[in-house]
């Protein structure tokens, strides 16, 4: 598996940022975060929180939670992210 590439990834999502026409002070705003924060991660320099991740890409509209729920459909070949054959804890968490 190749290695993650925190500064590539920063450049994609700055990419997105300019191709809709946000700049990092409005996405901080909204994501409600600090532009400085929000500056380190797209260069690669620190990370986010998940929760502050999940913010900034609901922002640029993606909506992480749905491009998991998909992903497992397509594995598992199940729909609504239910998955037959695990205890009831396991498909509270999905």
């Known amino acids: 598996m190749k290695k993650f590439d ?29 532009r400085v924060s929000l500056n380190r991660f797209l260069r690669g320099q620190s990370e986010l929180r998940l929760s502050d991740f999940v913010q900034v890409m609901r922002v640029l509209g993606i909506d992480v939670e749905k491009v998991l729920n998909d992903r497992l459909a397509d594995v ?19």
């Open 6 to 34: 925190s500064r590539a990834f920063g450049r994609k999502v700055a990419l997105l940022m300019r191709a809709l026409e946000k700049n990092q002070t409005v996405i901080a705003e909204e994501a409600n975060l600090s």
């Open 76 to 94: 598992t070949g199940e729909k609504n992210g239910k998955l037959r054959g695990f205890g009831p804890d396991v498909e509270l968490v999905l």
